[in-house]
């Protein structure tokens, strides 16, 4: 059994990725697949809290866990996730490609490090390419997301 954003299945083959097993099988296209060798970033998930590169892992490895993708994130209304929102009102979305890997990046750091300094954002997103925006931006978007988030 795996969860995926609250909900359990149990119908799957252990030996797929579980990248190509979250778009082609439970159709959930947010994430990402960018080089499909753990290089990129774009297809970064959280798996019981820490962020993985899900091109990288097998359903067998991640049995009784529980996942976290993008399309996870926001409330059952359509109100955006703080981290997501910031991502928009900071122009930290060009193509969008590199997008969701980031903000579950940048989700795994805020729940561990509400203050992080710019520094730690660098390193905790070194691991997501992004092609278009120069990083700035996006190291903007999460400062005002923790912002945002801390009570
Ligand atoms: S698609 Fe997984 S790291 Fe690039
Ligand atoms: S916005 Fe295009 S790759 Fe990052």
Redo the contacts with the bound molecule.
Sequence with gaps: MIKVNGVTHADYDPAQKL?VWLREGLLLTGT?????????????VLVDGVAR????VLLKDVEGADILTIEGLAQPDGTLHPIQQAFLDTGAIQCGFCTP?MVMSAYALLAKTPRPTRAEIRQALK?NLCRCTGYQQIVDAVLLAAERMRP
């Design positions: 990248s990402k697949i960018g080089c499909a060798i753990g290089v990129c970033g774009s297809c970064t590169r899900s091109c990288k890997g691991g």
